[in-house]
């Protein structure tokens, strides 16, 4: 499901805020497949360089929550 998220907002160059909290959700309960790490780091690097927009406000905070059940 995770990696369903992030294809989608490579695809379209933005995260949504839906998508964000629905990440967030599935970190929380621990529906976290190894793929799907890797997916999400490679969705903060596109964050923070700039190629992947966030839809909402505030930072990024999904890979403190993964640090956080890893």
Do not use: N
Not at 19 to 33: M, N, R, T, V, Y
Not at 39 to 49: H, N, Y
């Amino acid at each position: 499901m995770i990696h369903s998220l992030v294809k989608s907002a490579f695809e379209t160059g933005c995260i949504s805020v839906a998508s964000e909290g629905l990440i967030l959700q599935l970190l929380a309960h621990h529906s976290c497949l190894p793929t799907d790490v890797q997916a999400l780091q490679s969705l903060s690097q596109a964050i923070e360089g700039g190629k992947v927009q966030r839809e909402g406000p505030g930072t990024w905070s999904v890979m403190t929550h993964l640090a956080a059940i890893a």
